[in-house]
């Protein structure tokens, strides 16, 4: 005979590195902003490390096995994060009612705008659903969030201005 647990999982057995339970909106976009600033720190180890790789190439001389094994560690970082941001798609899914397995959608040229852009603004389900209990979100969460949403209008008009810039010089 087969047992299954149906025992729902609630907000406080929640693991951040677990694909079970839940996050809602704002909780969703404060995780967006720390695999940000994580993403944004490793991209600046790998070209502070490929330029040093570089610079010693050009110079005939062998990078060491410490810069190669800083570039693995780099290259492992970047894995665990692209892993952990399908772990958030994952648990916003659930928030709204939804498999995990739409989180495939990611790889759709185009279709991961549009399915990124659904996950921050689709509304959750307000009680518990299939996936447990709904996860209110901490007080840093919510300052992450809206930290999130400044840099991201920020970063809109500074693009936008040095596209009109650029298209100024030509």
Request: proline fraction near 4%.
């Amino acid at each position: 005979m087969i047992v299954h647990n149906t025992e729902m999982p609630t907000a406080s057995k929640n693991s951040f590195f677990r694909a079970q339970g839940r996050l809602n909106r704002t909780s969703y976009l404060a995780w967006n902003f720390l695999s940000l600033i994580v993403l944004f720190v490793l991209a600046a180890l790998f070209i502070q490390s490929v330029s040093i790789s570089n610079i010693h190439f050009l110079a005939m001389y062998q990078p060491s096995w410490a810069q190669s094994d800083s570039l693995i560690i780099i290259e492992v970082g970047f894995f665990l994060l692209i892993g952990y941001r399908f772990i958030c798609q994952i648990k916003r899914l659930h928030d709204l009612n939804a498999s995990g397995w739409l989180s495939l959608c990611s790889f759709i040229p185009y279709g991961n705008v549009l399915f990124e852009l659904y996950l921050i603004f689709a509304k959750g389900s307000a009680n518990s659903n299939h996936f447990g209990e709904p996860r209110p979100s901490k007080p840093w969460e919510k300052i992450a969030a809206y930290l999130y949403v400044i840099a991201v209008i920020t970063a809109t008009i500074a693009m936008s201005m040095i596209w009109a810039t650029l298209n100024q010089l030509n």
